[in-house]
Structure formats: structure tokens, C-alpha cells
């Protein structure tokens, strides 16, 4: 036989057995980030509390799925001369939607309901101008705790033949962030600004496995990388955020 169709054909078979696997990474995979409001050095007064609440869309790890969510976040944030901190809790509820599994395949499912509820850390060291605050370094920390079926489906089929997953329901992810910031009227009552973050989520991140495979799924790309646009009229708060995941939250400063 030619030895070219010997490596063709083996190509082939990698390519069939490859495309029979089935990966699953944790609800919030890449996707924990939010923006924090913070008051700007403009603000009368130095303390405010935030609430937000939102959906978000994100395909995960297999192209064909997809999951969407709403989510409700807390928090409340202080600014300094040159610093500022911002702290709160959240709440995720969700669906994970099915687009890859075939209804003859194994577990197959349409839609499995996934929670999660976390705390947010968030924090800069700014410059001053006129009207602008340049958040010239900050950083950004979230912890959040996955439950529901999808977490369970997760556990029941991470040995199963052809399925790897990273059955992980407890992430931490940590980064920086830098932000220009413009503000302008009485008591800085328009406000709108730019963060960009780059980060990463602590453990065995981006690897799934199944204990009865010789073979382990590792993404090369570890890292998390988000932009979100931050919009505030008076006390009416928009916030527009993305990057493995879309997310669009409208909230109310007190």
C-alpha cells in the first residue's frame, strides 16, 4: 500500500475519533468577569452602592452549544485621592443548551439548568484630570460557587467513553485592568469609560479529562481577556461587557 494513503487514512481516523468526543467546561468558563461601578474624583460624594442585574451569552467550549443567563450583582465601592475599591456579592441563573449530543447519543440532552452565586473584589490607583479619571492600573477578582443539573451532568458522565471534563463548580479568577474614565455636568452626573482586563482563572484551567483515557483535552489559551463599556446618566447605570461571552447589565446607583 502507498505510504502516503497509509497516513491518510490514519488521518482520517484520528480526525473521525476526535470529532466523537465530547468536552464540557464549568457554567462560568471564562465568563465570571463583571464590571464593578465606582464613583469618579468628580463625584460630590465619595461612597456609593450599585445594583445591577442583566443577561449574558456565552458558547463555552463546544461551538455548538451555547448558554444564556441572568444575573443580579451587589455592590458597593469607595473612592480616594488616587484610589478607589469596589466590593459585592452576585447571583447567576442560567441554561445550558444542547447543540452538539444527538438525540441517539449517550446523555443526550436540550437543555440543562445551571446556578452560580460569588463575591466580586475589584480596585485602581487613578490619575486626575479635568474631566477624566485615567485608571491607570487596577485589578479584578472573582469567586463563584456552580450548582443544578449541569454541574451534576458534568460528574455523571466525566468517565464515560469519549466525554472530558473539567467537573470543577469553585473558580477563582484574578487579573488587571486599566480604564480612562470621562465625566462631565454638575457633580459629574454623565460618566462613561473603557476597562479593558487580562487574567486568568487559578487551577487546572482549560483541561478535561476522563480517568479511563490515556488522552487529556488542554487548550493552549489560558488567559481571559474582557472589554466593557461603562455608561452612567445621573443614577442610571448601562453596562456593556464582552469577550469569550456577551453581557449587557442596566442598574441604579443609591
Do not use: W
Not at 34 to 63: E, F, M, R
Request: some cysteine; charged content about 15%; proline content about 3%.
Amino acid at each position: 500500500m502507498n505510504l502516503k494513503l497509509v497516513f491518510c487514512l490514519l488521518g482520517i481516523a484520528a480526525l473521525a475519533s476526535s470529532c466523537s468526543d465530547h468536552v464540557y467546561a464549568p457554567a462560568l468558563h471564562r465568563s465570571d468577569i463583571a464590571y464593578l461601578p465606582k464613583p469618579v474624583s468628580a463625584d460630590t460624594s465619595k461612597s456609593a452602592t450599585y445594583i445591577t442585574a442583566g443577561i449574558t451569552y456565552d458558547t463555552n467550549i463546544n461551538p455548538a452549544d451555547n448558554l444564556t443567563s441572568g444575573q443580579f450583582n451587589l455592590s458597593h465601592a469607595n473612592t480616594f485621592d488616587h484610589v478607589n475599591l469596589a466590593y459585592g456579592a452576585f447571583g447567576v441563573l442560567g441554561s445550558y443548551h444542547n447543540g452538539e449530543l444527538q438525540p441517539s447519543d449517550p446523555y443526550y440532552f436540550r437543555d440543562k439548568f445551571f446556578g452560580a452565586g460569588g463575591l466580586r473584589l475589584s480596585g485602581d490607583y487613578f490619575i486626575k484630570g479635568r474631566n477624566v479619571d485615567f485608571r491607570i492600573i487596577g485589578f479584578e477578582a472573582v469567586y463563584s460557587h456552580e450548582f443544578g443539573d449541569y454541574a451534576r451532568f458534568r460528574k455523571t458522565v466525566t468517565n464515560q467513553p469519549n466525554f472530558f471534563t473539567d467537573t470543577r463548580t469553585d473558580l477563582f479568577t484574578l487579573g488587571g485592568t486599566t480604564e480612562v474614565i470621562f465625566h462631565a455636568g454638575y457633580n459629574a452626573e454623565k460618566k462613561f469609560g473603557f476597562r479593558v482586563f487580562a487574567g486568568g482563572t487559578f487551577g487546572p484551567d482549560n483541561i478535561y479529562r476522563n480517568n479511563n483515557s490515556n488522552y487529556t483535552y488542554s487548550s493552549l489559551n489560558h488567559g481571559i481577556v474582557t472589554v466593557a463599556y461603562f455608561m452612567q446618566i445621573k443614577r442610571y447605570v448601562l453596562i456593556a461587557e464582552g469577550g469569550y461571552y456577551f453581557q449587557f447589565r442596566l442598574g441604579y446607583q443609591f
